[in-house]
């Protein structure tokens, strides 16, 4: 069974950073590609950002490009996110999934997700 565990969210100011980290288990890693997706209140799923299992290339939505950065290490089984710059909007539930994803197609999510709000 695959399973993916999100981790890392919390309260922080606007212009404050954070690190999602997504621990991956029952799935061989490192063949696949994967993506963070974030739904905030009240709204639907947004892709955000996803990052290739063969080379690592990275792909970011617009609204996160130049402050949101992905990344993976492999032999940790594990996916991160760091968030910069962070804004009001940004605040939502973000999750992992497999699959890199775009902004026209969000992967099915597999984990609980992890809250960010970005308020002072």
């Known amino acids: 069974e695959v399973r993916l565990v999100e981790s890392g969210g919390g309260l922080v100011q606007p212009g404050g950073s954070l690190r999602l980290s997504c621990a991956a288990s029952?799935?061989?890693?490192?063949?696949?590609?994967m993506s963070w997706v974030r739904q905030a209140p009240g709204k639907g799923l947004e892709w955000v950002s996803g990052?290739?299992?063969?080379?690592?290339?990275?792909t970011y939505a617009d609204y996160v490009k130049g402050r949101f950065t992905i990344s993976r290490d492999n032999a940790k089984n594990t996916l991160f996110l760091q968030m910069d710059n962070l804004n009001p909007e940004d605040t939502a539930v973000y999750y992992c999934?497999?699959?890199?994803?775009?902004?026209?197609?969000?992967?099915?999510?597999r984990g609980q997700g992890t809250q960010v709000t970005v308020s002072s």
């Open positions: 999934a497999t699959g890199v994803g775009s902004q026209s197609y969000v992967p099915p999510l």
């Open positions: 029952g799935l061989f890693f490192s063949a696949y590609g």
């Open positions: 990052i290739s299992a063969i080379d690592g290339g990275t």
